[in-house]
């Protein structure tokens, strides 16, 4: 039984890719409202100008449908901090038929992000080295299962770059962490995620 994120680190990118192939759709519903944090087996990934191999991901209500983003991580003697105030690499989120046949899995779409527009509602600016960082991601496709075993709140991805062929590059793992901030979670995200909590 995988009842934590570390569990999941543990089996590495062999065992995650296993899980992943094993794993099942997540409703979006599991999702959205809620920061996750995560991690990535790829080495390349600790070069991230923005958080290294571990990284944070919220997801929100945008419009009908839902979509989500990245939040800047550190990582001292364990202890996660995760800054919600300088969201980057936004994506939407569909059902992965979408995009991938016979693959039961949630499909975060960074090529559909919306991020210049999402980004003048919230009101935030970015420096360079974000922009940057948002348009490189634009090629990467994330599915997202819900494995075997594991605890709610727990689920594993896999990460393609897209350019004439779809390209695997990692996987990860996530857990759900805290809420999003009422301010980013999108119309009536925030209340119905404090009356299910309360």
């Known amino acids: 039984m995988f009842r934590i994120l570390d569990d999941l680190i543990r089996v590495g990118e062999t065992g995650l890719r296993e899980l992943w192939l094993r794993g099942s759709a997540p409703a979006t519903e599991e999702l959205v409202g809620w920061v996750f944090r995560g991690w990535n087996t790829a080495r390349v990934a600790g070069r991230s100008p923005v958080g290294g191999r571990a990284f944070a991901k919220g997801f929100f209500r945008d419009g009908a449908g839902v979509a989500g983003?990245?939040?800047?991580?550190?990582?001292?003697?364990?202890?996660?901090?995760?800054?919600?105030?300088?969201?980057?690499?936004?994506?939407?989120?569909?059902?992965?038929?979408?995009?991938?046949?016979?693959?039961?899995?949630?499909?975060?779409?960074?090529?559909?992000?919306?991020?210049?527009?999402?980004?003048?509602?919230?009101?935030?600016?970015?420096?360079?080295?974000?922009?940057?960082?948002?348009?490189?991601?634009?090629?990467?496709?994330?599915?997202?299962?819900?494995?075997?075993?594991?605890?709610?709140?727990?689920?594993?991805?896999?990460?393609?770059?897209?350019?004439?062929?779809?390209?695997?590059?990692?996987?990860f793992a996530l857990e759900r962490w805290s809420p999003m901030p009422a301010a980013l979670a999108g119309p009536g995200a925030a209340g119905s995620r404090e009356e299910r909590t309360a």
């Open 69 to 171: 983003c990245n939040f800047v991580v550190r990582v001292r003697a364990g202890e996660w901090h995760i800054d919600t105030g300088r969201p980057f690499g936004f994506f939407a989120v569909t059902p992965a038929a979408d995009w991938r046949r016979r693959r039961a899995a949630l499909l975060l779409d960074y090529g559909r992000g919306r991020e210049r527009e999402r980004l003048a509602a919230w009101g935030v600016r970015h420096g360079l080295r974000f922009r940057v960082v948002g348009r490189l991601a634009r090629p990467l496709r994330d599915l997202v299962v819900r494995p075997p075993h594991a605890a709610d709140g727990l689920y594993v991805g896999r990460a393609f770059v897209t350019s004439t062929f779809k390209l695997p590059v990692s996987c």
